[in-house]
């Protein structure tokens, strides 16, 4: 296999630094409709498998000859673990994930190289010297796909959306939008969004695939986007199949001239690894999934070894295990309880066992400057070794709780491998404490609903940090976020903390706030972070100009993508 060098933390932080700052600048140059055929990228070679203190890899585009010209045709194969529905404002990173090909946004990555932003349906933008006013020029001519024009009107309803979401619908912006959007107006053909304070992360909010822009009529007449897919992409829905898989079909009016390649694209839905594995080997599938559809170590090192013409790359997220509880109702209202579970988890045997050795201890900020220091972490209760202190502990606390035989418990996972996987490691980790343990592995929509009615009583998923800036966590556990369902709604000083963090450019001051976000976390404990893991997306030879970006969860068009074959 080959290998490019990894780059250090420092400077993938200093990367989206400098993106940020670039951002911020007075406009950004329009990106043109008409493209000419993409110029060969410099070779590359694929990353080696990372290390347990590897943090990041540098992206790296698809090996292709100098002389080979992008092909037409072909559908692209690759696959999820589990989907839940099709609205991807709402539902989780595999859905967004796998019908972004069908949607754009006002701000895109570059969809060769997704290393920088640039314009999409926002044709440029322009930030006020204040940086309290975000000004969005709508691109002309543009077509959903039942053949209406997409408006300034769309953007506006759209960004609305996602700030405020009507009652009885879940945003996955919401949490970085609402507490900082002041207003949201048309000005001509400008959608101008106004800002209580300035927000680094703008532009990468209206990148992420949950941002997608919709129909506002569409939308209206039709309620919800959960069974179809109405955008502007490249390509169009062509069938959803509840447990099967999604497809889209071309879109001969993309308003990228002479894009995409293919002529459609499959995801489809392979819950069982031993079936990936044949798949990815045998050419059913091109590639694999991104992030909790991305193959473990053992895994890629096997499938390595065995296809040296295989390339692999880490995702460019890192996913995390968590223990998370209702702290709604008993048993997990008492404080005592949550940090006796937080006291006997052994992360250095979830870094073995969970994440296959290839990952971080888990905390709850892993990466750039943000997370608390190895040195110190060691020392703190619930990460000191050996763990004979921890466990008394925690039992001596589930006494005083009124729990010294423990009780009984059912655990909530999802499909895939690394929630369940988790979930079963912690039915071990709980036995110390006499409680015992049912694992019960439910499709992702019921998983979602059950935890948006607080109808569980603990549950194992996976929140990942999809940048490096520590405000993307925030819809996890923070009152309020989209997928934040522990009930810790009344946790004032949380809110405080991080209703505070976001407003601070100075990273020095910010990052002392998140040091006491991260201490209070650990100790208020609506979750219990248990490893953050590496995984790999492989990439079969025919496959070209697929590059890993600097996340998972923009430049997903599939655009710039076609087969040799």
Known sequence: MQMIKAQSLLTTSLFVVGLLLA?????????????????????????????????????????????????????????????????????SGEVYQSIAAMYSHLVQADPLTVDKFVPGLGEKWQ????????????????????????????????????????????????????????SIDKD?????????????????????????????????????????????????????????????????????????????????????AATRI?????????????????????????????????????????????????TRKPPFQDQKVRKAIHLAVDRQAALKVVAEGRGLIGQP????????PAEELDKMPGYRQPKAADVAEAKK??????????????????????????AVFMTDQLAQLGIKTKVSVLEDAIFWDTGRKAGHEAMVYTPLFFLPDP?????????????????????????KMWNEQIRIVDQAQRKAIIRRVAEHLL?????VPMVWYHVFIGVRPEVRNFTPGISDYVGNTLEEIWLAK
């Open 23 to 91: 951002s911020c600048a007075p406009g950004a140059a329009p990106t043109p409709t008409t493209k000419p055929a993409p110029a060969a990228p410099p070779s590359a070679k694929a990353p080696v498998a990372a290390t347990p203190a590897s943090k990041s890899t540098a992206p790296a585009a698809t090996p292709k000859p100098a002389a080979e010209q992008p092909r037409y045709g072909g559908i692209l194969t690759s696959w999820v673990q589990s989907f839940g529905a099709l609205d991807p404002q709402q539902e």
């Open 127 to 182: 930030m006020s010297q204040d940086g309290l006013t975000w000004t969005f020029d709508i691109r002309q001519g543009v077509k959903f796909h039942d053949g209406s024009p997409f408006a300034v009107d769309d953007a506006v309803f759209t960004v609305k959306r996602l700030t405020d979401p009507p009652r009885g619908i879940i945003s996955n912006a919401a949490y970085l939008l609402k507490p900082v959007v002041k």
């Open 188 to 272: 001509g053909n400008k959608a101008k969004v106004t800002l209580q304070y300035p927000f680094a992360m703008m532009l990468e909010t209206l990148a992420m695939g949950f941002s997608a822009m919709y129909s506002e009529k569409y939308l209206q007449k039709n309620n919800d986007m959960k069974t179809s897919v109405m955008g502007t992409g490249p390509f169009k829905l062509k069938s959803f199949t509840p447990g099967i898989g999604v497809e889209g079909i071309k879109n001969p009016d993309f308003w990228v001239k002479g894009h995409p390649y293919l002529d459609g694209y499959r995801v489809l839905i392979i819950r069982d």
């Open 278 to 326: 044949s798949a990815l080997r045998t050419g059913k599938v091109n590639m694999t999934g991104k992030t909790l559809g991305a193959l473990p170590p053992s895994d890629m090192e096997k499938l390595s070894k065995e296809n040296p013409d295989f390339k692999f790359y880490p995702t460019a997220s890192v996913n995390g295990a968590w223990f998370f509880m209702n």
């Open 365 to 372: 900020f892993p990466l750039g400057p943000w997370p608390i």
């Open 397 to 422: 606390l589930m006494r005083d709780a009124g729990y010294p035989d423990g009780f009984e418990l059912t655990v909530l996972a999802r499909p895939n491998w690394q929630s369940k996987n988790a």
């Open 471 to 495: 405000h993307t966590q925030g819809r996890f556990w923070a009152p309020g976020g989209a997928l934040s369902f522990a009930g810790n709604d009344n946790d004032q000083e949380l809110i």
């Open 523 to 527: 100790e208020a404990l609506p979750g």
